[in-house]
């Protein structure tokens, strides 16, 4: 496989960055995730790193060097991570029940798979115009289907922020697969939370994205963002991928499996570790280590 990649994650206006996000490859699958965790002081980080963390850490027991079903491994990794976050709650008698919206994507044989709950977004670009992207699990998007706001009030309408299927919470989650796309040489992948979405339209992403080699348009793609949103901004996280050979040369985020031996997996994820100065490290050193435990007993 020949791609570049590239992920990363800011604070914004907010106390605590409760988004995680995170890729892994082997020599012929790719993983991309990002979570946006809900909930109080803590929780919500808690749930989007146990639901990042259990899905990479099944792709890395899974993927020698494929998966076998993609959209069942999705599917399987979204409702263990509900199970985890689920069991960690009722373990520590939390009243404040930690959940995430979650996106997630593998790619092998040049075909993409895909599932998510909630409204992080998957965006599939390509030669610069948009090809299809996730439907939200929001009571906007209900309201936008119903035909009662238009595509411009979602974005302002007071209930923006209500969510009707995460991992965590109530309920099991509803998890929404996508069809097997096959890619080409150039095409483009985004996956974000919506403190980046919610702030841009459709045609900015893909001109931003086109215009730049891909890390430095994610990067931007974060600036206007954040600029956008002001001292206000949500919490901001995107992991990129542009398929194939296409500016592999100029590309600082290029990467190439040919040489991964078939077991190998590389994985990039941002943790807790950014967190230290908000929460303290002994506080962190203790999630992680519950977090660890909760992955251990419903990964597989």
Excluded at 169 to 180: I, M, T, W, Y
Excluded at 204 to 209: H, N, V, W
Excluded at 251 to 278: H, K, L, Y
Aim: glycine content about 8%; hydrophobic content about 40%.
């Amino acid at each position: 496989m020949k791609f570049a990649i590239y992920q990363t994650s800011r604070q914004g206006g907010r106390q605590y960055n409760q988004d995680r996000v995170a890729y892994a490859y082997s020599r012929d699958a790719l993983l991309m995730v990002v979570a946006d965790g809900m909930g109080g002081h803590f929780h919500g980080e808690v749930a989007a790193q146990i639901a990042v963390e259990l899905i990479a850490d099944s792709f890395r027991k899974q993927a020698q060097p494929t998966l076998r079903d993609p959209l069942a491994f999705l599917k399987a990794s979204m409702e263990n991570a509900h199970e985890a976050i689920d069991n960690y709650a009722k373990e520590r008698h939390l009243s404040d029940h930690p959940r995430t919206t979650c996106v997630a994507c593998v790619v092998q044989q040049d075909v993409a798979y895909w599932a998510h709950v909630g409204d992080s977004r998957l965006y599939f670009f390509r030669y610069g115009k948009l090809l299809t992207r996730t439907r939200d699990h929001s009571r906007v998007q209900m309201l936008f289907d119903q035909g009662r706001i238009s595509e411009a009030q979602m974005n302002t309408h007071p209930e923006r922020n209500k969510i009707y299927n995460c991992l965590g919470g109530d309920f099991p989650p509803d998890v929404e697969l996508s069809a097997r796309l096959p890619l080409v040489d150039g095409d483009k992948l985004l996956l974000c939370s919506d403190g980046l979405w919610g702030m841009l339209a459709v045609n900015e992403i893909a001109s931003i994205l086109e215009a730049y080699p891909l890390q430095h348009a994610i990067e931007e793609l974060l600036n206007h963002a954040e600029y956008r949103a002001g001292q206000g901004s949500d919490n901001l996280s995107g992991v990129g991928l542009a398929w194939g050979e296409q500016g592999q040369a100029v590309n600082p985020a290029a990467i190439s499996t040919a040489v991964m031996s078939r077991n190998a997996v590389s994985t990039q994820m941002q943790g807790f570790q950014a967190d230290a100065a908000a929460f303290g490290n002994e506080d962190i050193e203790q999630a992680i280590s519950e977090i660890q435990a909760a992955i251990k007993k419903y990964s597989k």
